[in-house]
């Protein structure tokens, strides 16, 4: 087998423990260094949240004739200007966005949009076209491109994404650096590197490559872990899992370990029934959690160097369904938070409600890359084009 398939097809990440990480490339000398004070952190609602009850257009008519028993009244909404409320649920996220922190941006997708969350995940995780397959994620292509370290690149998660898999370098999934560092200074470990440190014949063997992916796991533990030791957040968080990805990412960035990207996720969005309820407590937990996120980094004068993106792999349908639901849709909002944003608030027009595809669902306006090239280029420092395999134009929220 060679090296690339190898790399791809094996994995050692189990648990918060992460075995070893996922054959890494990493603490080779002379490497240019990334601009790392800048930070990204990249949130994906799993399963498909439904926009348009996260944003309401509460003045569309249409809204409410597809939704006569999901559909949000105005008296619930948290106001946004003359068209648009906040589902209430999101009242923290409505104090980030009237201090300028938030932009949204609407009606974004890809053509021909597929509705698995499997096959719609990889599109958005891998920057692909709709009937493209690629093996690489879109922030694994930036660490290959940028010769990045191990952990240029960290998912705050069990396992590691497709995202943050490159063709020569991949990032780290770790929940727990303490536990990371612990793990590969076990004996076993100690025994492992002794038996085959002298043997030659391993340099060029899948076994070799193994072992010394095994040595770089081991550096870039006691890195992340000696940086981090001292690291604590003192506010308080949400007690879910969500609020605790986000505490354990913002002690990273305050840490300063040398890390660009991060990556986590709040799953249950997939809201086929009883949805009212459901998403109320999913986004309940998101704003409230962001809110927590931004008040440390602005506690540790962090957050205007920190860029937060929040997506979701597809929208809902505009029509309700019959168990008060709804089913996979297509182009959805995508929210942008940081200090200082070109432009904030309603970033672009509303979706139009009277212009559906025949399966009765939004047509996006803005390309999901558009998203990322702008990233990219303004604020990761890269040309979109080495990393999105085309070129694709910016968009103005920074």
Partial sequence: MKRR??????????????????????????????????????????????????????????????????????????????????????????????????????NVGYP???????????????????NQYLQSGWVGRF????????????????????????????????TNPKLFHRLLNQPFFDNVFNKYSSDSHLSEHNLGYLYNTMIDAKSSAAYIYEKTKTSSSSVDYPKNAFGKQLKTISEF??????????YAGLTGFDTHANQTNRQSR????????????????EKNNQFKDTLILTFSEFGRRVKQNGSNGTDHGTANNVFVIGKNLKKNGIYNA?????????????????????????????????????????????????
């Fill in 350 to 398: 509303l979706p139009n409600l009277n212009d559906l595809d025949n399966n009765g669902d939004l047509k996006f306006s803005i390309d999901f890359r558009e998203v990322y090239a702008t990233l990219l280029d303004k604020w990761l420092g890269i040309d979109n084009n080495k990393i999105l395999n085309k070129k694709f134009s910016n968009l103005d929220f920074i």
């Fill in 253 to 262: 960035i305050s840490s300063g370990i040398d890390t660009q990207i991060y």
């Fill in 5 to 106: 398939n190898f790399i791809k097809r094996t994995s050692l990440a189990t648990g918060g423990m992460f075995f070893v990480p996922q054959f890494l490339k990493a603490f080779e000398h002379d490497l240019p260094e990334l601009n790392n004070y800048k930070k990204l952190v990249i949130i994906q609602l799993k399963g498909g949240n439904d926009g348009l009850n996260t944003i309401v257009p509460f003045r569309n008519d249409i809204y409410y004739q597809n939704r006569q028993r999901i559909g949000i009244q105005k008296s619930e909404l948290l106001n946004l200007n003359s068209e648009l409320g906040f589902h209430k649920s999101l009242l923290p996220l409505k104090r980030l966005f009237d201090n300028g922190y938030v932009s949204i941006i609407n």
């Fill in 282 to 297: 999913l986004l309940k937990v998101y704003a409230e959690s962001i809110e927590a996120f931004v008040k440390d980094l």
């Fill in 112 to 130: 021909n949009p597929n509705r698995s969350h499997f096959r719609s995940t990889d599109i958005w995780q891998t920057a692909s076209d709709s």
């Fill in 143 to 174: 660490l290959d491109e940028t010769n990045a370290k191990p952990y240029g690149a960290i998912e705050v998660d069990e396992n590691l994404s497709l995202m943050l898999k490159g063709n020569n370098q991949n990032g780290l999934a770790i």
